[in-house]
């Protein structure tokens, strides 16, 4: 059995006769004759087995078992009694002995008590292990989970790219046969149409090439204690010549009492410039009613000192479907116009800062942004940390 | 004699793609930016044959198809389906409106799928003028 075991005992007679008994059912027996002692061989020893006397001059049996206890929760420790030190005895059971025995001991039930000791023993040992393989094996397997889905993001990335590229070598394709067909039959207008569509073409692998750099640049963003209304007013400017273009009603409305924003004045530009290109895509679609068709930029304070920018337009709206994709790389509502990777990395760049962006559209009803920035050195709800705090 | 076929689709450089294969293959093609405007001509032309694009803004390919086939006029004009759209897709979105409707709706003559090559347009075309 190879198995230590500590007897403590202030007489020596006893500490001789089960010392015998002990070896002869296969313990390896250490004594000691007072507590102290006891703690000592204890501590160099290590068993997982004690058998103790109550009642000893110095450290009673109850301190010591209260010690090793603290040493080591996992030791079994058995009490040996006198007749009519029930109370002690009890005392100890409920400071966690594994049980008591009585003087004089009859070896058969010192025998059980020890073997109930072991059992114990022997089933905690099994429960650590399959505690420990358990959480092994979930490691393990959450190990796996998160390598699938990455790979499947990326297999997901990779499959999108395929697609666009393919639609773009797909004009490609359409600007050879245009080309080729204009200069043998000396046709100008072929040669004409295959020129503007290789023009188109080029131009939208540019677009993609630009969208993806713009995504996958690992952003360092240089947030300062700016008007939240610049990178707003900016991106106005900048585009309200398109609006004036397709005859769309282009309006910015900026709150009074803005307070300051804790933000990256360029990283916000190009959120906000995604947000308003892709308003006035929607409006530009619905040839009809463009003219009607209106886009409006807002900032303003949002309670708890944080800032909330809004970009609606009242287009075609989105069904719940589109509004699903919505996020989904190289998932575009524009056709073969874009590249599907504004949206994406638009919300990058708010979650980068701790905010949200939010979307409300319905067919027919037009479509809203909201960018919300978080005050300054607030974090949003639902930002799970993942993001430097700014 | 110069057959004619109209060519539906949303993106102008598709459409003049398609609409030059055929005019160098020795058709008259007439080409449309969207269902609503595709049915116009197709009920002022009478074409031979019909190429659409599934997926555009408005009422989109499925509409025209639907409303073609329900002319009594033009429900013969056999329609080829050039699309990003999978043949399957498409497939199950017939069976949809098949159900929606509870009257017969025939599949289309042939499906090209998107980016078209030349080639594949002008088989398929030549496979359903040859049904006619």
């Known amino acids: ?265 360029e990283a916000m530009h190009r959120c906000l410039l995604n947000l308003v290109v892709n308003a006035l895509d929607a409006c530009a679609e619905d040839q009809e009613r463009r003219a009607s068709c209106r886009v409006e930029l807002r900032v303003e304070p949002e309670s708890g000192g944080g800032v909330r920018y809004v970009v609606r337009d009242t287009g075609p709206g989105m069904d719940t479907q589109a509004m699903d994709m919505l996020f989904t790389l190289f998932f575009s509502t524009k056709g073969g116009a874009g590249t599907g990777l504004g949206l994406a990395s638009s919300r990058k760049i708010v979650e980068q800062h701790g905010g949200a962006l939010d979307v409300e559209s319905a067919p027919g009803q037009g479509t809203a942004f909201f960018v919300r920035l978080p005050a300054p050195g607030v974090r949003a709800a639902g930002d799970k940390g993942k993001n430097p705090t700014i | 004699m110069q057959k004619t076929v109209l060519v539906v689709d949303d993106e102008m450089h598709l459409r003049i793609f398609i609409g030059a294969v055929f005019e160098t293959a020795g058709f008259k093609p007439v080409l449309a930016r969207d269902g609503e405007d595709g049915l116009n001509k197709a009920r002022a032309q009478k074409p031979d044959l019909v190429s659409l694009d599934l997926m555009m803004p408005g009422e989109g390919g499925i509409r025209m198809f639907r409303e073609l086939k329900a002319d009594p006029k033009l429900k013969d004009v056999p329609v080829m389906i050039v699309s990003a759209v999978g043949g399957p897709t498409f497939e199950h979105a017939l069976e949809t409106l098949r159900a929606a409707t509870g009257g017969p709706l025939p599949g289309p003559g042939a499906y090209v799928e998107k980016p078209p090559k030349p080639e594949a347009l002008l088989a398929a075309a030549a496979r359903l003028l040859d049904n006619g």
């Open chain 1, 1 to 265: 059995m190879d198995m230590d075991l500590l007897l403590v005992d202030d007489e020596e007679g006893i500490r001789t006769v089960l010392s015998l008994s002990l070896a002869d059912a296969g313990y390896r027996v250490h004594t000691a004759r007072t507590g102290e002692e006891a703690l000592a061989v204890f501590d160099r020893v290590r068993p997982s087995l004690v058998l103790t006397d109550i009642k000893m001059p110095g450290m009673d049996g109850i301190e010591l078992l209260e010690r090793l206890k603290h040493r080591d929760p996992d030791v079994e420790v058995i009490m040996i009694t006198g007749h009519g030190d029930i109370d002690l005895a009890i005392q100890s059971i409920q400071h966690e002995a594994a049980d008591f025995v009585t003087k004089p001991i009859n070896d058969a039930i010192l025998g059980i008590a020890l073997k109930r000791a072991r059992e114990r023993l022997d089933m905690r040992r099994r429960l650590r292990q399959y505690t420990t393989n358990l959480e092994q094996l979930v490691a393990e397997k959450t190990r796996e989970l998160v390598r699938a889905e990455r790979l499947a993001a990326a297999g997901q990335a990779a499959a999108g790219m395929a697609h666009a590229i393919k639609n773009i070598a797909g004009g490609l394709e359409g600007c050879i046969f245009l080309l080729e067909q204009g200069l043998r039959q000396d046709r100008r207008n072929y040669l004409e149409q295959g020129w503007e569509m290789l023009k188109s073409n080029v131009e939208k692998i540019k677009d993609l090439s630009l969208a993806l750099l713009d995504y996958s640049r690992p952003e360092e963003l240089r947030p300062r204690l700016v008007d939240p209304a610049g990178p707003l007013e900016e991106v106005a400017a900048l585009m309200r010549p398109r609006a004036a273009e397709l005859g769309v009603d282009f309006h910015l409305e900026k709150a009074p009492d803005l307070p300051q924003a804790l933000l990256d004045p």
